[in-house]
């Protein structure tokens, strides 16, 4: 390990962040976070992530690492595993999963930023209660998702269901009540585990209800109406 901390660069309520900050707590990592505007991004970012994306990671190299999936699988190899499965299969599994949680968060993104109406909004909303249907048809936990141990699996879809709160004061469709009780009872679970709360502020909520306020969509309106 560097002499100095880790180092990430990324903003305090994105969920890519927050897999890459679960991993680094989970594994007793001393790092630095740097939060930046996404709105006003400084103009060293272009310097250390190609795309202007976070989260950006730095690990005492010549090089910073970019995409939050590479920063925390290599965080979790280089302190001897555990978050994955060390059977190839098992591990092209969880990545799968994974990858079907990113498409979650591009739902996600969707409502933030793009779902300008109820219409919209209300199909965004369906599309996220019909892949959780699915994914509780496969994400059969017995306890965790690989059993009786967090992984990285957990980490990513915490960052997912953490919106559902903030989404059920948009509609009279509630996520979280409609949840299956196996996927309620592992939120429940995983929601309260340490490394998940801390990756956040302790004003996540507020702070999420305020950001998605100064959008320009139907969820913005709505939660910028209830917040004023």
């Given at each position: 390990m560097p002499l100095e901390p880790?180092?990430?660069?990324?903003?305090?309520?994105?969920?890519?962040?927050?897999?890459?900050?679960?991993?680094?707590?989970?594994?007793?990592?001393?790092?630095?976070?740097?939060?930046?505007?996404?709105?006003?991004?400084?103009?060293?970012?272009?310097?250390?992530?190609?795309?202007?994306?976070?989260?950006?990671?730095?690990?005492?190299?010549?090089?910073?690492?970019?995409?939050?999936g590479v920063i925390a699988r290599y965080l979790d190899q280089v302190t001897g595993g555990g978050l994955m499965p060390s059977d190839p299969w098992a591990r092209a599994c969880h990545e799968a999963?994974?990858?079907?949680?990113?498409?979650?968060?591009?739902?996600?993104?969707?409502?933030?930023?793009?779902?300008?109406?109820?219409?919209?909004?209300?199909?965004?909303?369906?599309?996220?209660?019909?892949?959780?249907?699915?994914?509780?048809d496969r994400f059969q936990p017995q306890k965790y998702f690989a059993g009786d141990a967090f992984g990285l699996v957990d980490a990513v879809f915490a960052t997912l269901f953490r919106y559902f709160s903030v989404f059920d004061?948009?509609?009279?469709?509630?996520?979280?009540?409609?949840?299956?009780?196996?996927?309620?009872?592992?939120?429940?679970?995983?929601?309260?585990?340490?490394?998940?709360?801390?990756?956040v502020p302790p004003t996540y909520e507020a702070e999420l209800i305020q950001f998605i306020a100064q959008k320009e969509s139907h969820a913005a309106r709505v939660l910028g109406t209830a917040s004023g």
């Open positions: 880790y180092k990430i660069v990324g903003h305090r309520l994105c969920p890519y962040v927050q897999r890459v900050v679960i991993v680094m707590i989970e594994k007793g990592i001393d790092f630095e976070r740097i939060d930046i505007d996404l709105d006003n991004k400084p103009a060293w970012l272009g310097d250390i992530s190609p795309g202007r994306q976070v989260p950006v990671f730095w690990a005492g190299r010549d090089e910073w690492l970019f995409e939050s999963w994974m990858a079907y949680a990113d498409g979650m968060l591009n739902i996600v993104a969707r409502i933030i930023y793009r779902d300008v109406d109820a219409s919209a909004f209300a199909i965004s909303l369906r599309e996220l209660e019909e892949r959780l249907r699915i994914l509780d004061r948009v509609s009279e469709t509630k996520l979280n009540d409609s949840l299956p009780q196996k996927l309620t009872e592992w939120w429940a679970l995983v929601g309260s585990h340490k490394s998940v709360k801390d990756a």
